[in-house]
T-cell receptor, first 111, second 116 residues
């Protein structure tokens, strides 16, 4: 089992819709969870982090964490074509500040 | 604030040749990481530094890869000799830590290595 798993997609949503991206992780001791956005040919860019169970909102983005289910998700409201990118889930694993990344989910927002 | 600076942006070399990548982290970030990202995959950690000490190099292929971070600031990653399978994007990142741990990494623009 991979440490961090994501559906590779592509996930296609119409402009203005809600995009829902999901991630599961295997290390029950993980405490920190991150979402990165990566445009084609660019490096990953941090968009959200969450430490506590529940929801964390930042503008159009909402991160949701359920530690009991080892599940973290990212909701993007009012999706825009500019949101089209690969979204990487990253989880803090083990001792220290090591982040393990999932393979990413490709999101396509169609206008 | 300047971000994480990497050079070169692109490098094409023949197999068996050496290659080196350079990284300058964000000022004040004591933790520096080298990741490798293959096409269609997420970044994979190669080595992590806390100041000048390599605290996690378990995934660094030590027969051909080496890294250093002199004075706890800039870092270089070297491959010698390069193999075809080393073609990838090499990402440097840095982070600072707060009360609840790290707040996520900031990545540099990466070096795209092509071995032919």
């Amino acid at each position: 089992q991979k440490e961090v798993e994501q559906n590779s997609g592509p996930l296609s949503v119409p402009e203005g819709a809600i995009a829902s991206l999901n991630c599961t992780y295997s290390d029950r001791g993980s405490q920190s969870f991150f979402w990165y956005r990566q445009y084609s040919g660019k490096s990953p860019e941090l968009i959200m982090f969450i430490y506590s169970n529940g929801d964390k909102e930042d503008g159009r983005f909402t991160a949701q964490l359920n530690k009991a289910s080892q599940y973290v998700s990212l909701l993007i409201r009012d999706s825009q074509p500019s949101d089209s990118a690969t979204y990487l889930c990253a989880v803090n694993v083990g001792y220290g500040n090591k982040l393990v990344f999932g393979a990413g989910t490709i999101l396509r927002v169609k206008s | 604030e300047a971000g994480v600076v990497q050079s070169p942006r692109y490098k094409i070399i023949e197999k068996k040749q050496p290659v080196a990548f350079w990284c300058n982290p964000i000022s004040g970030h004591n933790t520096l990481y080298w990741y490798r990202q293959n096409l269609g995959q997420g970044p994979e950690l190669l080595i992590r530094y806390e100041n000048e000490e390599a605290v996690d190099d378990s995934q660094l292929p030590k027969d051909r890869f080496s890294a250093e971070r002199l004075k706890g600031v800039d870092s270089t990653l070297k491959i010698q000799p390069a193999e075809l399978g080393d073609s990838a994007v090499y990402l440097c990142a840095s982070s600072s830590e707060g009360r609840r741990g790290n707040y996520g990494y900031t990545f540099g623009s990466g070096t795209r290595l092509t071995v032919v």
